[in-house]
């Protein structure tokens, strides 16, 4: 399992603010800001120099490493409005020719695991397509939402209303993160069908506004209610399995029915339960947003209540340094759809999490000796966070993130 995400300041702005912001809670001290926007400036600095000559970076059969560094770029506090330099547009011209004939974007691999990843690729490069503004695209990302839309498990039992991997594989599977990966995706490109809604980053305020009735390759949103419900440690009426024990994996996500990352035990009839972990229940937290559901609703105050006793910087919760940065990504995007700034935690403290977040991840940003920019890596490589491009991406749009509402 890879965990990409479609990610970007762009996608994260469309979504409500939530009831209790504080405007002046959003703001970085100046002098934090200023080692932001230069941790930021190094990172874009040395991909540019990581690019390969036909516009992809990093492994050529995931377009969606370029996809995520292209989107990097593209919410480069820097860049000028509607700006596209050299390098981007190639990368661009590169995801482009990805497409294919049924609509997905994505290199064919039928002898890896997981295929050519369909979805997690399809989902992340038709968000960087949209996400240039260049209307050309339109086309491509239209077809990718209806390839998408055929990626939604429809069968009935625990995956229903999910995502996985490939729909292809003759399996019914789903999981969290790849839900998450469509439901972006979903959300970011609805523009490009539905005449009613502006692009993302032509109005930042709220969500795009509602049609009389979803566009035609919108998934099956209550279905994915369903599948969510299968991933979530909260005694639902809809779910069919048990949940942890535990209180403290009360309101938290797991990966998927039958697969805890964190692990799990057997219950007192024999069935396997799974532990709540970081990435999932913040992924999952913003897949109930995406969804509309109220912010009262107990899903979503159950898993606000998980974050609340579970908030942290220093390890990714329930899985130590693995996946660290995808977390720290989930996270920042979770917390700022969520919109409570500063976060109150369940101790009755309140941490400031976007300036704790952007502290940690300059310091942890390292020096290339020759050119002196700067990336980021994990020594912990599990999901391939020992590749420095994916986790640069990571780090780079983490951080565009928490200084995207930084002006007075």
Known sequence: MIPLTVTSLLLTSALVAGPN???MGTRLHPDLERETLRAIGLGLRWLEQQQHEDGHWSLDEYPAITALVAQAFLNDPARRPMEMRPHVRKALVYIASCAREDGGIYRDLPDRRGGGLRNYNTAICMTALAASGDPAYDPLVRRARAFLKRLQQTAAGVYRGGFGYDAELDRPYADITNTLSALEAFRFTRFVEDA??????KSIEG???????????????????????????????TASRPVS??????????????????????????????YSYGTATYGGLMCLLYADLPRDDPRIVEAAGWIRRHWTVSEHPGLGQQGLYFYYLTMAKALRAYGEEPLRLANGDVVEWRS?????????????????????????????????????AYAVLTLEMLVADTAP
Do not use: I
Request: net charge negative; aromatic share 10%.
């Open 21 to 23: 912001r504080d405007p």
């Open 196 to 201: 009613s809604c502006s692009p993302p980053w």
């Open 207 to 237: 969500r795009p506004p509602p049609s009389d009735a979803a566009p035609p390759n919108d998934p099956d949103w209550t279905a994915a209610l369903e599948f969510l419900a299968q991933c979530q440690n909260h005694r639902s009426p």
């Open 245 to 274: 024990p535990r209180p403290e994996d009360e309101g938290g996500f797991f990966y998927e029915p039958s697969r805890g990352m964190a692990g799990g035990e057997t219950d007192a009839e024999g069935r396997p339960v799974w």
């Open 356 to 392: 704790q977040l952007a502290e940690r991840l300059v310091g942890l940003q390292r020096k290339e000796p020759r050119t002196g920019l700067g990336y980021w890596v994990n020594d912990e490589g599990r999901w391939m966070e020992n590749d420095p491009v994916l986790v640069t």
